[in-house]
Structures are given as C-alpha cells and as structure tokens.
C-alpha cells in the first residue's frame, strides 16, 4: 500500500496555505509613488534642477520633481549639472506639431539647408 493512501484526505490545509500565500503576495506589491506637488520646479529654476530643457515640470502622475527624483543613496554623490539632461518629446511636439498628410507617403524637407538632413 503506497504511503499516500495512508494519509487523510483532507483540503484545509491547501486552503490555509492559499490564504497565507494570497496574503504575503499582495503584501509584496509596491504602491506607487505620487510626485511632490508643492516642490514643482517652475522656468525660473536653475536648467539642471528642471525635467527637461523644454518642459520645467514634471508631465506624469508618477513621477517626481528631479531634486526628489535623486534623493536617495544611489544618487547621493551625483553632481546634477554634469548629467544629461535631454529634452522631452512632449515638448518638442508642442514646438512644432504633428502634421497629417494625404495619403501613405510623408517627406522631410530637411529643414534649414546646412543645418538640416537631406530630404527623405
């Protein structure tokens, strides 16, 4: 007789271990973080304390002004005038919008002669 068949047949113990395990995995789910509000930077903050070059403040529900962005240990030696600080897409479409076109094909002048590409 295998030893299997010798034990009872019981569920409870597959059910507390469901509500154990239920329980430790939604203790596990990180919540997320909201931004700051009240230290917003504004266009009148230093470049490198602001999101980007074109867009001062901060354009997502999660995310948090740069000062607060890296302000933890990993960052705590990081002079912030030295790192990238690239510009937000948001921004540049707000500069020069999205143009629809007729049809299925779409060119590029290049933009302004030596400064711009070849047209594509």
Same mark, same amino acid.
């Given at each position: 007789? @295998?030893?299997?068949?010798?034990? /009872?047949?019981?569920?409870?113990?597959?059910?507390? !271990?469901?509500?154990?395990?239920?329980?430790?995995?939604?203790?596990?789910?990180?919540?997320?973080?909201?931004?700051? +509000?009240?230290?917003? &930077?504004?266009?009148?903050? &230093? +470049?490198?304390? +602001?999101? @980007?070059?074109?867009?001062?403040?901060?354009?997502?529900?999660?995310?948090? /002004?740069? &000062? $607060?962005?890296?302000? %933890? #240990?990993? !960052?705590? #030696?990081?002079?912030?005038? !030295?790192?990238?600080?690239?510009?937000?897409? =948001?921004?540049?479409?707000?500069?020069?919008? *999205?143009?629809? *076109? %007729?049809?299925?094909?779409?060119?590029?002048?290049?933009? =302004?002669?030596?400064?711009? $590409?070849?047209?594509?």
């Amino acid at each position: 007789m @295998s030893l299997l068949r010798c034990l /009872p047949r019981t569920t409870s113990i597959s059910r507390s !271990f469901s509500s154990i395990s239920a329980r430790a995995y939604s203790a596990g789910i990180p919540q997320p973080s909201y931004p700051v +509000q009240d230290k917003q &930077p504004s266009s009148s903050t &230093p +470049q490198n304390l +602001q999101q @980007s070059p074109n867009v001062a403040t901060t354009w997502s529900t999660g995310q948090n /002004p740069k &000062p $607060h962005a890296y302000d %933890n #240990q990993r !960052f705590e #030696q990081t002079a912030l005038q !030295f790192q990238p600080n690239a510009p937000s897409a =948001m921004g540049m479409v707000s500069e020069d919008p *999205v143009r629809l *076109v %007729n049809g299925r094909i779409a060119t590029c002048d290049g933009g =302004m002669g030596a400064l711009g $590409h070849p047209k594509m």
